[in-house]
């Protein structure tokens, strides 16, 4: 028998398990499982990203310190390279994962800590500035960052992805995730941090002692509500596919040979729309850098700490993005994502070529802004929808869920693998143009490639987004594919010998407990509340049950 993970560990422990015990997803867990706690812990890593770039090149110089202006380029290489290795061992492990707590959520909340943890290191250092022992010590620390906690913290995505079977529901959870990586990373961190913090204090601390108490704050935050993310979220799908996987071979993992994998995916239509979209995320946000947008409204507007431009449009340009964040996962509920994708591709582009009316007047920026902005929520949130949903046709097809397998995490690292020339590419295009740090102005060439580097990604991003959707049309064939895994998990519960309930009963039947209990609940408050203040129990119960009636009657009215 081949080796099965986690079986045995403590997370198959009864204090280690979800707690979220209904089949339907809830205010609670959408609030504390896929809001707050996922939105603390991205907070961290977006801010990281952020300050990261301009740490290394403008307070640790390291390109200048260490004498080679691939030193950056270099190490995050090293670093990405590693990371296949990694992928590939990932990606074996949850296929061969067992577990009560699920393929994936273990693996998220070790990844956390990993990378809350390296992070820190990666700005903060015992060593002497420019030293050998620091090289090293920054290399560990970015190795264990890039190639070990970020891949097995992104697994999150494949936690939206098994959470529900019904897509609607999915989308939904996948936009708010978003929309609350928006709100709390994108506002908060991008208005904070960025508009702020970083002009009125950071630029200005050369010895680094701001920027690693920022992250080392930020980093506590997120080790915290690691563990409200772990606990408020359930992997309902792999609970079910693992009893029928168990029914059907014995045991509970994924028993599908490499190749035939290999061969499900790579002939599989969805599957390589999805690879063409995942290309141009990383594309997306290698070329943009983490500071791309800083150096944009610094050197190309002229703004610094005396102007405000960073606040300004900042503010700006996100409040667009707020309300995506607050339309979108709404909209999602009604309209189909595939709609939403294509006419958000559209405005995107349209506010860019706006931009570049004049891209050095600041009210044209900013207008350009407030026009991609309004699009630009979507195309780089929404994206996760197309893997979820191809993983729904390949288990429809094949029987078995790809996300986490190892043919689909060696082709996604191969992917990542091709895309590492450009992995911090934009920072060595600023070293190659002549880039000043420090400087209050930058020659042609180097705003030149901040330009492209900037509206260039969002541009890009947004066509494939729209081609893609095109020829992505899986959507109406859902309802057929989902009643069919219905169908499969009713017979391996019959064959187990138990009866079957479909998530759509068992919804019903939760709702309906619950409304009982409320109902239970509110007799006894009001038969307390009566019995105090000498009032006819019947007859304010029928005041009660009146007026609910008559709120019934005009719903149904306004339906009509």
């Known amino acids: 028998m081949a080796r099965e993970y986690l079986k045995n560990s403590m997370f198959n422990r009864p204090e280690w ?40 090149m403008d307070v640790l110089r390291i390109n200048e310190v260490f004498g080679n202006p691939y030193t950056y380029l270099i190490m995050t290489t090293v670093a990405t390279i590693i990371g296949m290795g990694t992928g590939f061992f990932i990606n074996h492990m949850t296929e061969r994962t067992v577990c009560k707590a699920g393929r994936f959520r273990p693996y998220v909340l070790i990844g956390t800590w990993t990378m809350a943890i390296s992070g820190f290191c990666a700005f903060w250092t015992p060593f002497q500035p420019g030293s050998l022992p620091q090289l090293i010590w920054l290399y560990v620390a970015s190795i264990a960052f890039t190639a070990v906690g970020v891949p097995l913290w992104n697994l999150r995505s494949n936690v939206v992805s098994v959470i529900s079977r019904n897509v609607l529901e999915r989308n939904n959870v996948t936009t708010i995730r978003s929309a609350v990586n928006v709100m709390i990373a994108g506002i908060v961190g991008a208005l904070g ?5 970083y002009p009125n204090v950071l630029q200005k601390d050369l010895t ?33 596919n693992q009893k029928v996987l168990a029914d059907e071979s014995g045991e509970a993992a994924i028993r599908v040979p490499f190749l035939q994998q290999l061969k499900n995916v790579i002939t599989d239509k969805y599957f390589l729309l999805t690879l063409v979209v995942l290309i141009g995320v990383a594309f997306y946000d290698n070329l943009q850098g983490g500071n791309a947008r800083v150096n944009m409204i610094t050197y190309i507007l002229g703004g610094n700490e005396e102007n405000n431009y960073q606040f300004t449009y900042l503010l700006a340009s996100m409040q667009p993005m ?15 994502s595939r709609k939403i994708l294509m ?3 559209v405005i995107t582009v349209v506010g860019i070529v706006i931009s570049l009316i004049n891209p050095y007047n600041f009210i044209t920026a900013v207008a350009g802004g407030f026009v991609f902005a309004c699009g630009i929520f979507a195309i780089t949130n929404m994206n996760q929808i197309f893997m979820q949903q191809t993983s729904d046709n390949i288990e429809y097809k094949y029987g078995y869920r790809p996300e986490g397998t190892l043919a689909v995490g060696i082709i996604t690292t191969i992917l990542y693998a091709v895309m590492t020339p450009i992995n911090a590419v934009y920072e060595t295009g600023l070293s190659l143009f002549g880039y000043e740090a420090g400087a209050a102005t930058q020659n042609a060439s180097v705003n030149n490639w901040i330009l492209f580097a900037y509206y260039g990604a969002y541009a890009i991003l947004a066509i494939i987004i729209f081609v893609v959707c095109i020829f992505f049309d899986i959507e109406k064939k859902l309802p057929e594919i989902h009643k069919e895994l219905r169908n499969r998990a009713k017979k391996a519960a019959e064959d187990r010998g138990e009866v079957y309930v479909s998530p759509e009963e068992q919804d019903r039947l939760e709702i309906e407990a619950a409304a009982k209990e409320m109902e239970a609940a509110r007799i006894a408050d009001l038969k307390e509340k009566c019995a105090k203040k000498g009032l006819d129990f019947e007859a304010e119960n029928r005041k009660y049950l009146d007026k609910q009636a008559q709120k019934a009657q005009k719903k149904a009215k306004k339906s009509k």
């Not at 941090?193 to 913090?197: A, D, E, K, R, W």
């Not at 704050?217 to 079910?240: G, I, N, Q």
Request: a positive charge; proline letters at 2%.
């Open 17 to 56: 398990q979800t707690h979220v015990k209904t089949n339907r997803i809830t205010t609670k867990e959408r609030v504390l499982g896929h809001m707050i706690g996922p939105g603390l812990v991205y907070f961290f890593y977006s801010t990281l990203l952020s300050l990261r770039e301009l740490f290394y």
């Open 193 to 197: 941090i960025v508009g702020i913090l």
């Open 208 to 240: 680094g002692t701001s920027w690693y108490i920022t992250i080392g704050v930020c980093a506590v935050v997120a080790l915290a509500f690691s563990f409200m993310e772990y606990f408020w979220t359930r992997e309902r799908v792999t609970e079910d």
């Open 343 to 345: 006419v958000s591709s």
């Open 322 to 336: 707020a309300i995506g964040a607050i339309l979108i996962p709404n909209l999602a509920k009604r309209i189909s």
